[in-house]
């Protein structure tokens, strides 16, 4: 093999390896936003639980009011 040869496949070694770093740091960011993505989803997720239980408790209070009102106990509103 000459030296032209061995020159060549040092360079394409070195443009490998550039191109590994590059994908791995690419890797990197996108692990690090998925971790991010996934701790929002969790914040949402206890949101909706806890606007999901405020809303049941509403509607409970709608009912318990209605029926206040027509069962003749309670003043109307």
């Not at 590994?20 to 929002?40: G, N």
């Not at 509403?58 to 209605?66: A, D, F, H, V, Y």
């Given at each position: ?27 990197r960011?996108?692990?690090s936003r ?28 709608t009912?318990?009011?209605i ?5 003749g ?5």
């Amino acid at each position: 093999m000459d030296s032209g040869h061995v020159l060549l496949a040092l360079e394409e070694q070195g443009k490998w390896r550039e191109r590994r770093k590059r994908l791995e740091e690419r890797l990197r960011q996108i692990q690090s936003r998925k971790r991010y993505f996934a701790k929002e989803l969790e914040a949402v997720r206890g949101k909706i639980e806890q606007f999901g239980a405020l809303l049941s408790s509403l509607k409970r209070g709608t009912l318990e009011s209605i029926r206040t009102r027509f069962s003749g106990s309670g003043s109307p509103r």
